[in-house]
């Protein structure tokens, strides 16, 4: 089975299901494709990026739709009294059981977008093409972008990666030390910007 995924940013990704004419009512009806979408928190929308009124294109989870909100960064930060945050552990979790399920019922295609296409979704990407089954022929988009350079969050990569070992029992490390704790309880960093 050949996967293909699609990263995108966010204006491009609406702009596609737009295109597409996708929206809550009728995307459970899309039997090859599976949505992810990023957005920050409400924290990171309002005070730092002054974008608060960003939503998901759809308004709801549904069975090939996975909303999540998490700040493109790998470890919780105070920033100005603001506290953005990481991707959570329960949200990677989340996030492997839809993978898996959608892989399972045969989706051949992942749209996926943070808001610039470059970070977050990548390292979904990069984890999907790491883990599917049975080595498909998996093909990777990313959208052409001449003012970026793509990199993906480590931090996201690493979680995902540790919730699909902590599902399927997988040990993180030869000596069995458990590597969760460090994943859920993510210390603040404490940032300031000297003007």
């Not at 920050?40 to 090939?64: I, Q, S």
């Not at 970070?119 to 001449?146: C, G, L, Q, T, W």
Request: charged share 35%; hydrophobic share 35%; with cysteine.
């Amino acid at each position: 089975m050949k996967i293909k995924i699609e990263v995108f940013s966010q204006y491009l990704f609406d702009e596609n299901c737009k295109r597409l004419g996708l929206n809550d009512n009728n995307v459970d009806e899309v039997k090859d494709t599976a949505f992810i979408s990023i957005i920050g928190t409400r924290e990171c929308l309002e005070y730092y990026l002054d974008e608060g009124k960003t939503k998901h294109y759809f308004n709801d989870n549904h069975h090939n739709v996975l909303n999540l909100d998490f700040d493109d960064i790998s470890t919780d930060v105070n920033y100005e009294g603001h506290i953005f945050k990481t991707m959570r552990m329960e949200q990677a979790e989340k996030a492997i059981d839809f993978i898996e399920r959608m892989i399972e019922e045969g989706k051949t295609k992942f749209y996926i977008h943070c808001r610039a296409g470059m970070s977050r979704s990548r390292a979904f990407a990069e984890f999907i093409s790491r883990v599917v089954e049975d080595n498909p022929d998996i093909e990777i988009d990313y959208e052409e972008r001449k003012d970026y350079t793509t990199v993906l969050n480590h931090g996201v990569l690493r979680r995902l990666v540790h919730a699909h070992w902590k599902k399927h029992k997988i040990m993180c490390y030869s000596n069995d030390e458990n590597y969760e704790n460090e994943l859920v309880n993510v210390p603040i960093k404490e940032i300031r910007l000297q003007h």
